[in-house]
């Protein structure tokens, strides 16, 4: 009874005086190597040469703002709700007369913090956001840590500078879905990276 149909038969023939001395897998090994030295490299120089991550990347956190330039996190806490490691904690407080140039709604992040030992980069605080305020950037790193306070982010760290906005090619999965079948088509070859709508 045959058991699988990639069982082999096993001969027990003697070796020959060159396959007891294993000269041919010897040179078959030194011909391997010396084909590899002269292969394109795959290495990169980083810190000058950065690899592109691709658009399901997810590195830095940061928190958007509207075209306005107010933030758009409402301390709802769904964020730190979804958040498995429980890197994310808040505080919420009231919009104060004047300052509807800085927020968006009424109730805004007093505190915000993400603790990034803690954070195991998994994306759901950037699906739980109703309001697209929270996003992990495709396109950059966390830096190394050095110090123990440098671990703790605040809002200084990750509101969005305006002068220098994080873009995308599709904000939404929909987004992007349509946006690869319209290239598997051939009816888009360029697409201009945008700022959140």
Avoid at 154 to 177: C, F, H, P, Q, S
Wanted: charged share 30%; with cysteine.
């Amino acid at each position: 009874m045959q058991l699988t149909n990639r069982s082999k038969q096993v001969s027990n023939k003697e070796m020959t005086l060159m396959e007891r001395a294993y000269l041919p897998a010897i040179a078959t090994g030194l011909a391997i190597t010396i084909k590899h030295f002269f292969a394109k490299k795959v290495t990169i120089e980083y810190p000058e040469v950065k690899r592109y991550l691709g658009p399901v990347f997810r590195g830095r956190h940061i928190l958007k703002r509207d075209e306005d330039g107010r933030e758009r996190c409402t301390a709802c806490g769904l964020c730190a709700v979804a958040c498995p490691a429980e890197a994310i904690s808040m505080v919420a407080a009231e919009r104060e007369k004047g300052e509807e140039t800085l927020y968006r709604e009424e109730k805004y992040a007093a505190v915000y913090e993400v603790n990034m030992l803690r954070c195991i980069f998994c994306g759901l605080c950037e699906e739980a956001c109703p309001k697209q305020a929270v996003y992990l950037r495709h396109d950059e790193f966390i830096p190394v840590f050095t110090e123990r306070d440098q671990v703790i982010w605040g809002k200084d760290l990750l509101v969005e500078d305006m002068n220098n906005r994080y873009t995308r090619e599709a904000w939404t999965k929909e987004e992007a879905r349509a946006l690869d079948l319209k290239r598997a088509g051939g009816e888009v070859t360029n697409v201009v990276p945008r700022a959140i709508p």
